[in-house]
């Protein structure tokens, strides 16, 4: 289907979120006036979305039934968190920004999917990428802006024109997929962090396909964890002999999801050694090309800013598709040495006297703070707890007795008492533990009292930030304010 075969039809755009205004305008600008659903009720709108909706002149239907008022239309964009599942309504063609952007992009797609890691590891590919079109020579020492278009200067990506961009898209990017479609050619390259709210109704699969650490999420949305896996295969599912699958090693699911297709498989690993691929070894990222070929050392893990035995998974990604793309290996390194993480996600924030403080906002599993806690050796002061997932904390308090460089906790939210118990029914927990702070001002009066030089400040919750915070970048924003005036 073409976007002229929409005209005449009733399109429906179902959530107006981030991506349901997206599409709205993509298709405003096709001379095609969808209708917007959403399932939040009209009168808990901030005005000012109200405005900018009235201004849309767009017919809208919101609240909670109404995807009740979908029959007589023809087509329905969903945005991810609308389950397809969920629609058995008789001749509606259901797609999304995401498979619409699939079936008429004419770049090659870099997709990159997981369990965790996915944003970090788009952004170390596009970085890679980005260098690469810039001849290998960095603008500035920060982090390009994610949606910037890179003219290339080089030929570091082969024999083709001097009009080539890259883009960063999907959750991580700045810019949504349908906001670049009709300004792209085949020589450019979108790097697209694929969720599998976005991959379970998928025809097409991307050139390259990027499968991280998969094991169970969304259990909420997904009936289990078989559903899950299966919704994030089709990343791998549809691809030809002449696409390549780069898989991760270390976790049955990976593999599961990489054998699908007909793909060239690439493994990563940061646990054993691979006949090919990428994988660390003796505190160097190797990269090698076969067994009769070699060892490519491309850097040492003590040169990467990324902190995290768990970052050195999605830095052997990165690696391994700049080596399919035949990126040199000086701006590769370059590149996976020059970047210090995505912003909330175990950010350095500053030194301050002797201090250095690490924001980890959007850890909202014990999971992520556990991998957190894990990738630091000296004392460290962990500020844990938020509003409620049901997550299970016995591994995280584990993590806490056996880690005996935690000098001090700081349990904050309605899970405070919760992980206090599991940790103090876990063991003997030989550091302070400070409760009862009520905002990130009453935390930083805390940290005060023990913090020292040479410690280490984390912020690493486990939970969600609801109750105290807006959401977690508002906690981790707080969080960085209250560093900078410490």
Known sequence: MEINDLQGKLVAVL??????????????KHGIKPVLFDQKPWEKWEETDKLEIKKLGLNFIFGPDCFMELAGFDVAFRS???????????????????KWFFEHCPAKIIGVTGTKGKGTTSSLIYGILALSLRGGVLPTTKQSSPDERLPRPSDALGSRNDTENVYLTGNIGKVQPLEILDNLNSDDYIVYELSSFQLQDLTQS????????????HLDYHKDENE????????????????????????ENSKKIGLEGNGKKVYFSRKQELAEGSFVQNGVIIWRSSENQGLEELIEVKDLQLKGDHNLENVCAAVSVGK???????VIRTAIAGFNGLEHRLEFVLEKQGIKFYNDSFS??????????????EPEIVILGGSSKNSDFSELAKTVIKASNIKSLILIGQEASKIKEGILNTGEFKGRIFESAKSME????????????????LLSPACASFGMFKNYKDRGEQFKNSVRNF
């Open 206 to 217: 991307p050139h390259i396909a990027v499968v991280l650490m998969t094991t169970s999420e």
């Open 324 to 330: 399919i793309l035949q990126i040199d290996n000086s």
């Open 442 to 457: 009453e935390i930083f009066a805390q940290i005060k009292t023990i913090a020292k030089t040479g410690d280490i400040v």
């Open 364 to 377: 909202t599993t014990p999971e992520t703070a556990i991998a957190a806690i894990k990738s630091f050796f």
């Open 228 to 251: 899950y896996v299966k919704a994030k295969s089709s990343i791998t599912k549809f691809q030809s002999p002449d696409d390549f699958a780069v898989v991760n090693a270390d976790f």
């Open 15 to 28: 959530g107006y979120g981030q991506e349901g205004k997206a599409v709205a305008g993509y298709l405003l």
């Open 80 to 98: 991810p968190g609308v389950n397809p599942k969920q629609f058995t309504i008789n001749n509606l063609q259901l797609t999304s920004q995401t």
